[in-house]
């Protein structure tokens, strides 16, 4: 098995080396994974862009046994059926992992343009809970998620194979 991920600003990134070191398994970016085995099973790591795993369509054809799809919300968003079903994943196993965002006022392009079209839904939102709070602030503030132990899933699948 080997790892590859997609991952923007890093926070995916520092899941596919926190489980390339748990595991032992070799951890290649999409980039670079043209250099790797063509044979090899592969759980990939994608970061989440509205609903979308970025990295996947581009090694579709490879032999993915496992994705993880990494965001900023405390749970899947959309959820993991919505995300299978969006990313032609159904029957895989999908485990969501929390990532991170550099602050709004960090972020450039498309990128920035979409969080502020997005922040500005959530704000006009009248059903405010804590959940959406939280949400609202992760984007105007920025956000660090990764922890070791939202891997546990991954390592239990990974050792019950
Ligand atoms: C334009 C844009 C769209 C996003 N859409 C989603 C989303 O649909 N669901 C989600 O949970 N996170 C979403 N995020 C948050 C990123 O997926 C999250 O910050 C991720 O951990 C970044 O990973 P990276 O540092 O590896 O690039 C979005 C971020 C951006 C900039």
Same mark, same amino acid.
């Given at each position: 098995m080997i790892i590859v991920y997609e991952s923007k600003t890093g926070f995916t990134k520092k899941y596919a080396d926190m489980l390339a070191a748990k595991t032992g398994f070799k951890a290649y970016s999409v980039k670079n994974f043209a250099n790797a085995g063509l044979y090899d099973e592969i759980t990939f790591l994608g970061w989440m862009k509205a609903g979308s795993i970025q990295g996947l369509s581009k090694i579709r054809k490879s032999r993915i046994v496992a994705v993880c799809g990494s965001g900023t919300a405390r749970t899947a968003e959309p959820s993991p059926e919505e995300v299978a079903t969006r990313n032609k994943i159904m029957g895989l196993p999908f485990f969501y992992l929390r990532g991170g965002c550099f602050p709004l006022s960090e972020l450039k392009g498309m990128d920035k343009l979409l969080m502020t079209f997005f922040l500005k839904m959530l704000k006009k939102r $009248? !059903? $405010? !809970?804590e959940e959406l709070e939280e949400s609202i602030s992760t984007i105007e503030f920025g956000y660090d998620g990764v922890? %070791? %132990?939202?891997l546990e899933p991954v390592l239990a699948w990974i050792s019950a194979r």
């Open positions: $009248k !059903d $405010k !809970d922890k %070791e %132990e939202n």
